[in-house]
């Protein structure tokens, strides 16, 4: 007979579900999700942020509110 758990897959409901693949993808979104993390901010990102800044300090007085 099969061991199921030595395979890394369970039943649920009559489902066989491979625990295997599941930690692998989460394993690869994980990795991707941090690297993306770790990336620099774009200038032009970092000026739009700096204008909305100056504008909030300004008190907004260009519509915003």
Do not use: C, W
Not at 11 to 35: H, M, N, P, V, W
Request: proline content about 3%; aromatic content about 4%.
């Amino acid at each position: 007979m099969i061991d199921r758990e030595a395979k890394g897959e369970t039943s649920r409901g009559g489902r066989k579900t491979e625990l295997g693949s599941t930690d692998a993808i989460a394993s690869q979104l994980k990795q991707f999700y941090t690297s993306v993390e770790e990336e620099p901010i774009p200038d032009h990102l970092l000026g739009l942020l700096e204008k909305l800044d100056e504008a909030e300090r300004s008190g907004g007085s260009n519509g915003a509110n």
